[in-house]
């Protein structure tokens, strides 16, 4: 029997703002491509509340006003560090507190939304901050 999963996986994740600044990550599960905090859904668990967990564990933060994006579909992406089909349900909010990085987190940056552009962004998240700024 194969070691992976038999269904697309479900993960969240969200572009945080907070005084017109939007926070980025680099990790290495995106071989060091810059990203939004995020991570798999648990078995029962709603997905907001998976947000917020994820968003408390990885950086420390709470998160307020959140708003749904989009989803896109991961399959195979070679800019994660192995094999996998995920379903990323991305998501707009506002961060509070201060960041607090997990042991996943190699780097992190608030910068102007239009700035973070030039960051080598991993493809979604280039896809989520191009939503974002069309949205204002």
Known sequence: ?????QYPIPTVGALVERGGLVLLVRTAKWRGRWGVPGGKVAWGEALEAALRR????EVGLGLSHIRFALVQE???SP???KPTHMLLLNYFARAEGEVRPGEEILEWAWV???AGLAYPLNTFTRVLLERYLEEG
């Open 1 to 5: 029997m194969e070691d992976r999963p």
């Open 54 to 57: 994820e968003f408390w564990e």
């Open 74 to 76: 991961a399959r195979f």
């Open 79 to 81: 800019e994660f560090y």
């Open 112 to 114: 102007e939304p239009e």
